[in-house]
């Protein structure tokens, strides 16, 4: 905890500084408690080498701490590359710091992006909708047709 509660981080976040900071000690609690279904894992990890994904989130609110630990656990157990998995801090305001981010124009955190090419192709925002895996894998069965129809 802050001073003035929990901690904020802006910009840039990295699995370790979230591992290693007692601040963040639900990050460790929320990967070991969480349970996925395997199937939707399998599909993304069939996937994982054409997407890149970008999470926005505030440390200090709790849609982001329940998301956060949720999506990094799918991320490991689909064995998505780290280079491929970008995080960012956002402040209360929504600004990150990095104007690459803020270009997502996101309004609701957490948000999670699914990019292909640099193109995005979906989004998970303000919290799963079933649950991360399975809206991640949703969004990847949609790229999917689209590019078998085209």
Not at 64 to 83: D, G, H, Q
């Amino acid at each position: 905890m802050g001073q003035n509660g929990p901690k904020v981080v802006k910009g840039k976040l990295e699995l370790k500084q979230l591992s290693n900071d007692s601040a963040f000690a639900w990050f460790y609690t929320g990967v070991n408690k969480y349970d996925v279904n395997a199937n939707m894992v399998n599909y993304i990890k069939t996937n994982k080498d054409k997407i890149k994904l970008v999470a926005l989130v505030n440390t200090a609110d709790e849609a982001s701490r329940k998301l956060l630990p949720a999506f990094y656990k799918v991320m490991i157990l689909a064995s998505v590359p780290e280079e491929n998995i970008q995080m960012f801090g956002v402040d209360a305001s929504g600004d990150t710091g990095n104007p690459a981010a803020d270009g997502f124009k996101v309004k609701k955190y957490p948000t999670i992006l699914v990019l292909q090419d640099g193109k995005e192709e979906g989004r998970i925002s303000g919290g799963a909708k079933e649950s991360v895996e399975q809206d991640i894998a949703q969004i990847l069965m949609k790229m999917n047709a689209k590019k078998k129809s085209e």
